[in-house]
């Protein structure tokens, strides 16, 4: 049986491989199960909320940039024009 590759809280790491969620197989995943953009984009910034709090509360002074967490969560998922 293939593990899931789920975000583990408050850690936002997979479950399956221990990288960073979404980690490279959550991604494929998460495109084949929303053939709408829009709505992985949207599934995803709710998951970066929670994130953002998670991460925050856990070490406040060591949280990653928003930045980084915004191309982590949603970057990848943009349809880049050009």
């Known amino acids: 049986m293939m593990r ?24 494929l995943t998460l495109l084949d199960e ?8 949207i599934y995803l910034a ?4 929670t994130a953002v709090e998670d991460l925050h509360r856990l070490d406040p002074r060591n ?3 928003p930045a980084a967490l915004h191309e982590r969560f ?3 998922a943009t349809p880049r024009r050009g």
């Open 46 to 49: 709710g998951m970066l909320y």
């Open 34 to 41: 929303y053939a709408d953009r829009v709505a992985l984009c």
């Open 63 to 65: 949280a990653p940039k």
């Open 74 to 76: 949603l970057g990848w």
């Open 4 to 27: 899931r590759h789920d975000p583990h809280r408050p850690l936002w790491l997979c479950r399956a491989c221990g990288g960073p969620w979404p980690c490279g197989t959550a991604r």
